[in-house]
């Protein structure tokens, strides 16, 4: 009897400890880009430990899963990715893991007239409009707080926090956009990944190639650009980090040749956010970066 009962409150003691381990335990949450460890780190706190598969200069659009991918992606409780083709092939492995493990299109619930399309293919950059972006948060907030209910205090706090300085920052975005003279309102940059950017911020935005690194461009594109860049006095046009600066280059060098001055306005986080420990290694830091370099270099100062 004296064993039984030793037993049973050894038995009892076990439980209740790996309850509380389970109750304090790290939802482990693998996502695709940066951009969206970003957004899940930012609403899960402590109570998440997130792995991004892409790095700083990652081109997700070209991106391929290694086999050491494939093995985190196994073992995560959470999977996060962007959806809309961002991610180009690798969207079958996400549908098909969709069946049985917890995986989620951060992009799943925007409201469908927000998206938009480019020859019947929907744009990805998604996280260029801010309050786009506040909007995928706020379905990474439903996600933690049904796969983690007891924590859900703790994200919504944290939630609530994160979204007032994005909402912060989007006021501060329009305000330094309108401070660029309206014909010099023109971005131009190595592939079209700020669509949303233009259409949330009233600027018009041109990319040699299209929505996908993968796209290709013709003469006639580069021949369009420079009449565009003539008429209205452009004075800069932006680089990419995950784009090679090539064809940017051969623009500016082609429209000088024609007797027009032209530079290179600096570098913009695109489809990857910088280096961690840097001030563009998260995303409100990358997108202050951006909005900084192209009202300084569109102004001309």
């Known amino acids: 009897m004296k064993i039984n009962s030793l037993l049973k409150r050894f038995l009892m003691t076990l439980i209740l400890t790996l309850g509380s381990l389970n109750a304090h335990a790290q939802l482990n949450v693998v996502t695709t880009t940066g951009m969206i460890a970003d957004l899940v780190k930012n609403i899960g706190g402590d109570q998440v430990k997130v792995t991004p598969l892409m790095g700083s200069g990652v081109d997700p659009h070209l991106y391929k899963a290694t086999q050491g991918d494939l093995r985190k992606l196994l073992r995560a409780d959470v999977i996060f990715y962007n959806g809309l083709h961002l991610e180009g092939k690798m969207q079958d492995i996400f549908e098909k893991m969709a069946r049985k493990k917890a995986v989620y299109a951060v992009s799943a619930e925007l409201p469908q007239n927000r998206i938009i399309q480019h020859h019947q293919h929907p744009d990805p950059h998604i996280w260029f409009d801010v309050e786009l972006w506040l909007h995928a948060g706020e379905y990474v907030l439903k996600v933690l707080n049904e796969t983690a209910p007891e924590q859900k205090a703790l994200f919504q706090a944290n939630a609530q926090r994160y979204f007032a300085q994005l909402r912060q920052l989007d006021d501060w975005i329009k305000q330094q956009i309108q401070s660029i003279p309206q014909a010099q309102r023109v971005l131009i940059t190595a592939h079209d990944a700020f669509g949303y950017f233009g259409q949330a911020y009233g600027i018009k935005v041109m990319g040699l190639q299209g929505i996908s690194t993968a796209s290709e461009f013709g003469l006639q594109d580069i ?38 001055q032209l530079h290179i306005g600096g570098e913009l986080f695109s489809d990857a956010m910088g280096l961690p420990d840097t001030p563009e290694g998260d995303y409100l830091g990358m997108v202050k970066h951006n909005v900084e370099t192209i009202t300084h270099a569109l102004k001309g100062l």
Request: overall charge positive; proline content about 3%.
């Open 223 to 260: 021949k369009q650009l420079k009449q565009i860049i003539v008429a209205n006095g452009i004075k800069a046009v932006f680089v990419e980090s995950s784009v090679s600066p090539r064809f940017i280059e051969s623009l500016v060098k082609g429209v000088e040749a024609e007797g027009h």
